[in-house]
DNA sequence: CCAACTGAACACGATC
DNA sequence: GATCGTGTTCAGTTGG
């Protein structure tokens, strides 16, 4: 066996570096989340409503996933025109 | 007047450019997230139980996080005591 | 019909009663925050920092929830290796 | 000395005592909102939206606070008259 | 005013 | 494939 297993044909050092690369990944998205509460940070000491800013935003996105479907509905009478 | 304002006071480019940096943040975010299921589905497929490997995750970033708390404790502490 | 029901099929004594029961438990709830508040006043009276009494019950908390979940991932393994 | 204290001048006794209480308090608290939880999903089997019974309770809260805000207004009123 | 805690909404995976 | 339960994440509230 070239590498080493438990007796339950678990490879360990596969599954910790699958672990490893998760963390790391969630340590970045945190480190996102820091960065974006810095923004409404500085956005709240320029004198915004951070509430609001944030309803603006949550609105922006509902618009776009709409705007998305749409055009993913487009694209099936598209397709189902084009046969 | 220099820059150009709402009746409001509210100086909308300032306001649209934060808006922008945390949605360009939040895309980023969201990437990162999109990273991270696809390494479960890779340990998935090479046969790992992804619900342990969550459990696994959550313990580790739980026993971190006490080790953390312990040490703002001792801080806190050692602030009393000084006073 | 035995019980009165509205158009929307919906028997609305029931849904009453579920209500209430929700309610009631919720003021009891409120009620234990209240008892818990007048422990932190009594404690702060006595002289003690309350910051750290919260950080101390915090860390317990972690503590315990962190023995648990060690508690379920250990009966996880188990029910992985029998399968 | 009757009671045994560190040097800190803390009695430690008493604040185990504390903390004690309020994590029993806290334990009660936390079984009521496993009972409310239950409620909920004996409501959802029996075909109701929990979303929308969440908002009812919402608004019927929201409706009793009003209603006291405005006792106590009244109250005020009373006694200011009463003066 | 900042930070922690709570409760609600959401999204994902599991199951039938 | 759809529903169900669960876990995660976000917004709101409260206390320091």
Redesign the pocket.
């Known amino acids: 066996m070239a590498v080493k297993k438990g007796s339950g044909g678990v490879d360990a050092g596969r599954l910790k570096s699958f672990i490893q690369r998760i963390e790391k990944l ?1 340590e970045e ?1 945190a480190g996102i ?1 820091a960065d974006i509460k810095e923004v409404f ?1 500085e956005a ?2 320029a004198g915004y409503d951070t ?1 609001i800013m ?2 603006v ?2 609105i922006r996105k509902m618009d776009k996933a709409d705007r998305e479907e749409q055009d993913e509905l487009l694209t099936l009478y598209l397709n189902a025109v084009g046969e």
Chains 1, 2, 3, 4 share one sequence.
């Open positions: 969630e998205r989340g940070s709240k000491s509430k944030r309803q935003i949550r």
